[in-house]
Each structure stands twice: as structure tokens, then as C-alpha cells.
T-cell receptor, first 112, second 114 residues
């Protein structure tokens, strides 16, 4: 299966702390994306990192990619209660159809 | 506002019935996708379409069918052949951006089989 694996499956932190989520995958990728899902809703795109990039930032989000280890991490700094959601990594592949393969997600709870 | 509209939001079905989930987008995106999400799990691809009148099976296409007669619309039919259809169904669309596709999702349709 090309599906990614994420850890931890669940994470609970206090407001103001940092949250780190990890994603590992099995085959070579063209890009890796992170999405957020609030309970019972659709997913929202957060950030994309290409295979020739090592790190990207967007506001309080920092994403790293290590293609040699086939892994990525998402760091949310100074977390807020509103960050409570599930976070999914998604792998995009070269020369294909644009379809993404999703990981199983990390559920983040930020306590006020 | 541009976006993706899925309907209905909630749907109940008796065993043996076919149901059709609607997905409409006004983003002018070429590609559209259907994913299935089970509780506490990630998304699995059912079908996708890169262009009108063409579509391909994803990883779990058995028991489902789709059509793409218009660019804006990509309905999904859950047939009676799908043995475990209770799930959350997500439709998405995308446009190619320098070799990467970022998906825009609808709000989802929750199907429950009674």
C-alpha cells in the first residue's frame, strides 16, 4: 500500500505549547501536503512541500521533508484551542493523475 | 464564492437500495475525486476524473459508480453491491499547479445504512 503512516495517532497538549506530527511513506513522491479536518467537515489544505524542498513555513506552521528517510513532520507553534482538529498528510506522485494518497491522521486536542 | 457543494449532508438507506451523492463545483477545476472516510481513519480513493467523459477507478471502486458528463458535476452512486457503505464521503476537485495538485474539498455526505 502507498498509504502514509502518521504518528502519534492522538496528541493532547495545553494551549501555547508546540505540537509535532510525523508522517512516513513508502515510495518516492513528487510532493507532500498537509490537510486539516474539523470534526465532521471536509478537509482544508494547509501547506505543500515539494520533493526538492527540505523545509517550508506558513504562519505558525513549519513543515520539514526528509526524502532519504521518506518522512515529513508538521510543527504547529504556540498552539491555540482553535487548532483542535485532525491533521492528515497526503502524498502526491510524479507523472500520475493528481490523485493523493492520505495518511490515517493525527487527532490533536489543544486544551485551553 | 467558488467552492464545492455536496448533497445531501446526511442520507439514510435501506439495504439493497442504490443511492446517489451529488458533487458540484464552480471552481473551473478539471479534476474531481471521491474519497471515503471511515471513523478514525484516513481517506481512501474511490474514483477520480481528470476530464469530462473520462474517469478511473481508485483503490476501493467496487460497489460504486460515477459519471462525468459535465465539468462541474461528478455524482457518485453507491450501489447495493457495496457491502459496507456506511461512511463519510468526501468529494474534491483540483487544478494542476506546477506539477502538484492541491485539493479543495466539499463538506461531505454521511451515509448510514439501516
Amino acid at each position: 500500500s502507498q498509504q502514509g503512516e502518521e504518528d502519534p495517532q492522538a496528541l493532547s497538549i495545553q494551549e501555547g505549547e508546540n505540537a509535532t506530527m510525523n508522517c512516513s511513506y513508502k515510495t518516492s513522491i513528487n510532493n507532500l501536503q498537509w490537510y486539516r479536518q474539523n470534526s465532521g467537515r471536509g478537509l482544508v489544505h494547509l501547506i505543500l512541500i515539494r520533493s526538492n524542498e527540505r523545509e517550508k513555513h506558513s504562519g505558525r506552521l513549519r513543515v520539514t521533508l526528509d526524502t532519504s528517510k521518506k518522512s515529513s513532520s508538521l510543527l504547529i507553534t504556540a498552539s491555540r484551542a482553535a487548532d483542535t482538529a485532525s491533521y492528515f498528510c497526503a502524498m502526491g506522485f510524479s507523472g500520475n493523475t493528481g490523485k493523493l494518497i492520505f495518511g490515517q491522521g493525527t487527532t490533536l486536542q489543544v486544551k485551553p | 464564492d467558488g467552492g464545492i457543494t455536496q448533497s445531501p449532508k446526511y442520507l439514510f438507506r435501506k439495504e439493497g437500495q442504490n443511492v446517489t451523492l451529488s458533487c458540484e463545483q464552480n471552481l473551473n477545476h478539471d479534476a474531481m475525486y471521491w474519497y471515503r472516510q471511515d471513523p478514525g481513519q484516513g481517506l481512501r480513493l474511490i474514483y477520480y476524473s481528470q476530464i469530462v467523459n473520462d474517469f478511473q477507478k481508485g483503490d476501493i471502486a467496487e460497489g460504486y459508480s460515477v459519471s462525468r458528463e459535465k465539468k462541474e458535476s461528478f455524482p457518485l452512486t453507491v450501489t447495493s453491491a457495496q457491502k459496507n457503505p456506511t461512511a463519510f464521503y468526501l468529494c474534491a476537485s483540483s487544478i494542476d499547479s506546477a506539477g502538484a495538485n492541491v485539493l479543495t474539498f466539499g463538506a461531505g455526505s454521511r451515509l448510514t445504512v439501516l
